[in-house]
């Protein structure tokens, strides 16, 4: 099979679609709902502005592009969520919240009727604040080797153990988790999913600072948590078949390129400000340009490849494959242009100012609010650059990924 020629071009009612698209942002997006989304040194956004922007959304019923329309969702075809989420980024909105994001797909597949019923409308208008519980102190890249323990307990599951790296549990009322109810050969087998209420007595909640000064990640435990049955989505035991599916979407379930070429613009508009090394401006310094366009090659090319998954293209493989893919791709090349921007911020890169950043949580390194040496874009370089030093572990560490392309796309 030889691959034919691509017809990159929107057409007239995916234009005019995008055009509506801009006029509701220029109508509703305010000035601190912007700042917010322009400060971001995470790929998580300040709480508040979140779910401000999410009620909005849900008043204009866009809060959910992937979810059927009997669930509150969209229903837009992948064109239509691909141009809702490049007009959203150069916008400068904030992004959706986990729950709609992951576990939203995830109940929309596997949950009961009950579980949409209940759970679905509380995570479109923010009652429901989600965060996700997977990853382990010892269980780290291997998800399948996860221990946390859910005894038969009634008409409960009984839950001891611990969860790490857990965005957002400082402020989220229910998470999604990962817990083994069966030990089994096969350690992907007897893992069940479950949704718990945050406010379950049992449930404590340890903060993890980030380099940035931030409390966006936590460590939660859980002693003697008691969580009914009815909240385990799917059948329970086979939780992996839910998490995995779940993980297609927080890996390629969003494209990468639109952000990275926002990203790119913010970099090279700053490069006509910023002062070079041998005088005039960064843009007039050659080699830094040409690093500058070889990563704009790079996400060109990304994006390519994600059109052609999101046409379904057979040469992308399953969905499974193109999300790793995707993830790979995306991830390091958003480490690398953040470390294109700390080249940029020159000295002012040096500096550690917490304060410059808004992400999921507050800042919790003392500083002066306000008080920012040098340039915005300058000052948020070294925090975005620490942050994402995260992005290729998260979502399954690229080196796991890259297991996955060789077994699914390479038969090894």
């Known amino acids: 099979m030889t691959r034919g020629p691509m017809d990159l071009a929107w057409s007239e009612d995916e234009l005019a679609f995008r055009d509506e698209v801009r006029r509701f942002f220029d109508a509703n997006l305010t000035d601190e709902l912007r700042e917010a989304g322009r400060r971001m040194t995470s790929v998580y956004v300040d709480h508040d502005a979140s779910l401000a922007w999410l009620k909005v959304l849900d008043r204009r019923g866009w809060a959910a592009p992937s979810w059927p329309v009997e669930h509150g969702g969209c229903a837009w075809s992948v064109a239509q969520r691909y141009l809702f989420g490049r007009e959203r980024l150069a916008a400068g909105a904030p992004p959706a919240p986990l729950g709609i994001q992951m576990c939203g797909p995830a109940l929309l597949r596997y949950g009961s009727e009950a579980q949409k019923a209940f759970f679905l409308p509380r995570m479109l208008n923010g009652e429901h604040f989600w965060c996700q519980g997977y990853s382990e102190p010892n269980s780290g890249s291997d998800l399948a080797s996860l221990q946390m323990r859910a005894e038969d307990a009634g008409d409960d599951l009984l839950l001891n153990g611990s969860k790490i790296w857990v965005t957002h549990a400082n402020i989220a009322n229910w998470m999604f988790c990962l817990v083994r109810t069966e030990k089994r050969e096969k350690p992907q087998q007897g893992i069940s999913f479950v949704l718990i209420d945050m406010a379950t007595p049992g449930i404590s909640v340890r903060p993890i600072i980030a380099p940035s000064g931030e409390h966006i990640q936590n460590q939660v435990f859980f002693d003697n948590v008691r969580v009914p049955k009815a909240q385990i989505v799917g059948t329970p035991g086979q939780g992996w078949s839910v998490a995995k599916y779940l993980l297609e979407h927080e890996r390629g379930g969003v494209a990468y390129a639109p952000e990275l070429q926002v990203r790119l613009d913010r970099l090279a508009a700053f490069a006509d400000e910023a002062p070079g090394d041998a005088g005039g401006r960064l843009s007039d310094d050659a080699g830094f340009m040409r690093r ?113 392309i060789a077994k699914l796309g390479l038969g090894l």
């Open 292 to 404: 500058l366009a070889a990563a704009r090659i790079r996400v060109q090319a990304l994006e390519v490849y994600e059109f052609r998954a999101m046409s379904g293209d057979a040469h992308c493989g399953t969905p499974a494959l193109s999300s790793s893919v995707m993830k790979v791709l995306g991830t390091e090349l958003s480490q690398h242009l953040t470390e294109l921007a700390l080249e940029a911020a020159g000295h002012y890169g040096i500096a550690y100012q917490p304060q410059a950043g808004r992400a999921g949580g507050p800042v919790v390194v003392p500083h002066t609010p306000g008080e920012v040496v040098g340039p915005e874009f300058a000052a948020i370089a070294p925090l975005h650059y620490l942050n994402d030093r995260a992005g290729t572990i998260y979502a399954g560490s690229n080196e796991i990924q890259r297991n996955v």
